[in-house]
Each structure stands twice: as C-alpha cells, then as structure tokens.
C-alpha cells in the first residue's frame, strides 16, 4: 500500500545506496502506487538529460511543492519560457562576468574572518532580501553584476523581465547558489578537519602561492590541490543528492519502459560511489582528481551540478567561489572541528545534502597579527 514511502522518509540516502547494492544499476521502488526508476551509470544519465531532455519535465509535485516559494524560476519552469529565461540570464554566468565577481568574493571572506576571534566557534549565515530590486532599477546601468545584469536583460522581442520575474529568478539564484555554496563549504571544512594530513598540504599550497596576500582569479590555476578538495567534497556529498524528472509520454530508455508520468530517479550520490569509477568510495582522496586522473573518468560518472541543457546554470559561479574562498580562509585560520559531534547527512534532506545538526568547528588563527 505505501510501497518505500516509510523508507525514504526515515533514510533516503541509505535507501538509495541500498537499491544500487541489491538490484544493480537500474532498480525501482514506489511511493503508494507510483514507481520510481533510479537509474544509476553514466550512460543512463546521458540517455535522461541530454538525448531525451525534453522528454521529461520536473513534474506537478515539484511545481506544487516550489512555486509557492520561488515562483516560476529557472529552477522549476518548463518548455520555452525556461529556454527563454535561460537564454536571458545565462550572461552572467559567463566567464567574462565570473571572473570579475572574485574580488568582490575574497573581500567578504576577509571581512568575515577579521571578526572571529582566536578558539570561537563560530556558524557562518547569510541573509538577502529583495529590496535590492527596487532600489537598482534606477541604476542599473551603473553596475555589473548579477542583479544589474538582470535588471537590463531583453529578450528576442526587446522585451524586459517583470519585477515579479526578476524577483523569481533572484529568489532562485541567490537562495540555490547560497544553500549550494554554503553547504558545499561546510563538509570540505569538515572532511579537512577529520583528515588533518589533506589540510596540511591544502594550506602549504596556499602559502606557497598566496605569500600572505588575499587571492585574486589569476591566483586559481595555481591552487590546482585545493579545486581538487573542493571536487572530492562535491563527490562525496554532492548538494543535489538526487534528481528525478517526470516522463511527458512513454520513453524507452534502453530497454526500460518509463511511462507517461512515471518517475526517472538519478543520484549523484550513489553515482559517485561506485566503486569501478571511485575505488574505495567512501575514502576522502583528492588525488583523484589529478588533471590526470579526472581525464579518465567516463562523461557523467561525475555530476555534482546535473548534466544537459537543465545543468546547474551557476555550476562555473558556484566552483570560482567554493576554490577562492576556500583558498581565502585556510590562509587566514584552521577550522578544528568540535569533539563529541555526530556529523551526518540529513536522512530527510529535501534538496539539498546538508549536515543533520550542523557542524561546529572552533576557530584557531593562523596570523594572529592580521
């Protein structure tokens, strides 16, 4: 009658790995009488999101679920008008933009550090509002970033996103690239902190290159250890642990019939863990994601921001900001993590793959002259 609907809201995580372990790389469980097929090999992936990605919607439960928060952003709009949308605001995730959001990222990170004190503890947060709108409209020209940017955005037409679009998709964009960001952040400083020997080389790169000033973009290409500590954090928890799309009619997926409004289920999270890809999968190793190493995975066996044209449009945007201010951080303090902690993914974790109870780590200041 309810099929692994109990299941799922007491583990999902622990379900899903479970499916992979005892029915293979396409398994299925149901909610009630609805079924859900995860489909877990790159190849699957490819078939999903690329060949047959205007074959699947996100589905009416996910409408229902976010429109009432988000409105009709990027995130959840569908057909044209998300390709319109799309096209409007992808400018600014290009590289000509991205890199000039660096300083501007570094600057915050160093005001944020100058305030901890020696042995605090400390839990970083980060509020917005959309007063923004409002009080850039008249001086939008004047600026280049992501709001002014959306603010001049014209389509084919000539036509301007509405306030209430532009409100959608900064709710969209900030409070995603916010929640993905800050959770990525939270377990590399987590997993540096339980394996102190990756911490030490990560901040002996930093030195070594930094010379105790801020980092700047041009910086990044020679910090290669430190992207590769953020990649191995994105690997083990990737921030959308699962992704699932609804079938607009019945589509064969290599021999397996998905119908009409039935569910296709990938996860990053259990993809990311198969051990003829990742050897030891449960291992935090940065080492494989060497520029020699990484060039041997298969396309889509690694896709901690979704794959295809509904890929992450900030997935650029959120790596230039988790290297720098990682980079940023580990020159200035050492996070050490508080004893008697039980840190875990969420076992209920909607979107996102956030820490259950969070993590408190304790400041120890590297430049107590600073």
Not at 113 to 118: E, F, P, T
Not at 298 to 321: D, K, Q, T, W
């Amino acid at each position: 009658m309810v099929g692994s609907l109990f299941a799922y809201r007491r583990d999902r995580l622990s379900l899903l790995m479970r499916m992979i372990q005892e029915c293979g790389d396409v398994s299925c469980f149901h909610f009630g009488p609805f079924p859900l097929v995860l489909f877990n090999t790159p190849e699957y992936v490819h078939n999903i999101f690329v060949e047959h990605a205007y074959d699947f919607d996100k589905g009416e439960a996910m409408h229902k679920a976010f429109r009432p928060l988000i409105g009709n952003g990027i995130f959840i709009s569908e057909g044209d008008f998300h390709r319109r949308q799309r096209k409007l605001i992808a400018p600014p995730f290009q590289p000509r933009h991205i890199s000039s959001y660096a300083d501007l990222m570094v600057k915050y990170s160093e005001q944020i550090q100058q305030g901890w004190k020696n042995g605090e503890t400390v839990d970083v947060s980060q509020e917005m509002t959309q007063k923004m709108i409002d009080e850039r409209r008249p001086n939008a020209e004047e600026r280049n970033d992501l709001l002014s940017i959306l603010l001049q955005a014209r389509g084919e037409d000539g036509s301007r996103m509405s306030d209430e679009q532009i409100s959608d998709e900064s709710l969209t964009l900030f409070g995603a690239g916010h929640e993905t960001t800050a959770t990525a952040l939270t377990w590399a400083w987590y997993l540096l902190a339980t394996h102190p020997e990756v911490y030490r080389e990560m901040q002996h790169e930093v030195d070594s290159v930094l010379q105790d000033r801020t980092p700047t973009y041009a910086d990044l290409a020679r910090l290669p250890y430190t992207l590769q500590v953020l990649k191995e954090t994105l690997r083990l928890y990737p921030p959308a642990y699962a992704i699932s799309r609804v079938a607009q009619h019945d589509i064969d997926i290599d021999g397996y019939l998905i119908h009409k409004n039935e569910y296709a289920l990938v996860s990053p999270y259990t993809l990311h863990r198969r051990p003829d890809y990742f050897p030891d999968p449960e291992k935090f190793d940065p080492q494989r994601f060497t520029p020699e190493n990484e060039k041997l995975l298969p396309r889509y066996a690694y896709m901690p921001f979704g794959a295809g044209p509904r890929i992450c449009i900030g997935n650029h945007f959120a790596m230039l900001e988790g290297h720098l201010l990682l980079a940023a951080l580990a020159q200035r303090v050492t996070f050490e993590l508080v004893a008697g902690q039980k840190v875990a993914p969420d076992p209920n974790a909607t979107l996102t793959l956030r820490p259950k109870r969070g993590v408190k780590m304790i400041v120890r200041r590297r430049d107590m002259g600073r």
